[in-house]
């Protein structure tokens, strides 16, 4: 089945450095990505919609000069958290809909744990 | 490891008849619920989720679900749906162990409103 890879599973980074999440679909082209992050207990907050050849529109509150999308590809998106503080510290997750999909099939990342110390 | 299956792929009901989109869930560790819906060219949206508690969960537009710890279910019901709810509705669990959170979808369930 179709399936989207997301890389780091898990990382560390230090206050004020930047950190890039990789979304890939590796056996489908994704004309949409949804990047979504969540707090523990939480739900899932939509950040951004990224649809390859265009800008990325983000949701109400989510600084876009923070969190950089960049839909390289028709299977890469990329998520860049700049200068990382704390409270940055979360798990996102993408998900990407197939080009040629039906309906509205959609497949998700595993999610990426993000830890800004 | 954890699972989430959503046994019916598709789900066509009449208008103003009851629904019911079924979650089957698996876990070595206690599991936070949620259901989720997407609407075409959208993102994800929360209908309503369980942490703890009381095992029957109301959530947003009608939407209810009960948590069956024996039966590792999170069925999701509405008594009477309408045309609006057409959509795709997805079922997650997210559980934290070893300091670490993990989130795990089920594939989706399609819900079409006949008029």
């Known amino acids: 089945g179709a399936v989207v890879s997301q890389h780091p599973s898990r990382v560390i980074c230090k206050s004020g450095t930047s950190v890039k999440i990789e979304c890939r679909s590796l056996d489908f082209q994704a004309t949409t990505m949804f990047w979504y992050r969540q707090f523990p207990k939480q739900s899932l907050m939509l950040m951004a919609t990224?649809?390859?050849?265009?800008?990325?529109?983000?949701e109400q509150g989510v600084e876009k000069d923070k969190f950089l999308i960049n839909h390289a590809s028709l299977t890469l998106s990329t998520l860049t958290v700049t200068s990382a503080h704390p409270e940055d510290s979360s798990f996102y997750i993408c998900s990407a809909r197939p080009r040629r999909a039906s309906g509205n099939t959609i497949y998700f990342g595993e999610g990426s744990w993000l830890t800004v110390v | 490891a954890q699972s989430v299956t959503q046994l019916d792929s598709q789900v066509p009901v009449f208008e103003e008849a009851p629904v019911e989109l079924r979650c089957n869930y698996s876990?070595?560790?206690?599991?936070?619920l949620f259901w989720y819906v997407q609407y075409p060219n959208q993102g994800l949206q929360l209908l309503l989720k369980?942490?703890?508690?009381?095992?029957l969960v109301k959530g947003i537009n009608g939407f209810e679900a009960e948590f069956n710890k024996s039966q590792t279910s999170f069925h999701l019901r509405k008594p009477s749906v309408h045309i609006s709810d057409t959509a795709e509705y997805f079922c997650a669990v997210t559980t934290y162990s070893g300091g670490y959170q993990k989130v795990t979808f089920g594939t989706g369930t399609k819900l079409q409103v006949i008029p």
């Open positions: 990224s649809n390859e050849g265009s800008k990325a529109t983000y």
């Open positions: 369980y942490l703890s508690g009381s095992t």
């Open positions: 876990s070595s560790v206690s599991v936070y």
